[in-house]
């Protein structure tokens, strides 16, 4: 059985820096397309990042673009995202979940994290 768990949510002035981490148990990350996804109060859930192959390509979404990096260690077979320089907007629960690519159907998801983003 396929099990994500996220943590490292929080709340943090805009502007601030939080590192999301995503612990994977059942599959091996290693050459999955895993990512990072997020939902606000009344909008659709958005893809925020991708890492697409064995190779470690990861595809960003326009929004967060230059703040965000997503990653893995194929060791502790877990997936990190380091946000920065966070707005108000980046407001939201965040999921990781597989097949990050067809925007996670037919994957797995993690319950969520949250993140607000506030003065």
């Known amino acids: 059985q396929v099990q994500l768990v996220e943590s490292g949510g929080g709340l943090v002035q805009p502007g601030g820096s939080l590192k999301l981490s995503c612990s994977v148990s059942?599959?091996?990350?290693?050459?999955?397309?895993i990512g990072w996804f997020r939902q606000s109060p009344g909008k659709e859930r958005e893809g925020v990042a991708c890492?697409?192959?064995?190779?470690?390509?990861?595809y960003y979404k326009a929004p967060v673009k230059g703040r965000v990096t997503a990653s893995r260690d194929k060791a502790r077979n877990t997936v990190y995202l380091q946000m920065n320089n966070l707005k108000p907007e980046d407001t939201a629960v965040y999921y990781c979940?597989?097949?990050?690519?067809?925007?996670?159907?037919?994957?797995?998801w993690g319950p969520g994290t949250q993140v607000t983003v506030s003065a």
């Open positions: 979940a597989t097949h990050c690519k067809t925007m996670g159907h037919g994957g797995s």
């Open positions: 059942g599959i091996s990350i290693q050459d999955i397309d």
């Open positions: 890492i697409l192959d064995e190779y470690d390509n990861v």
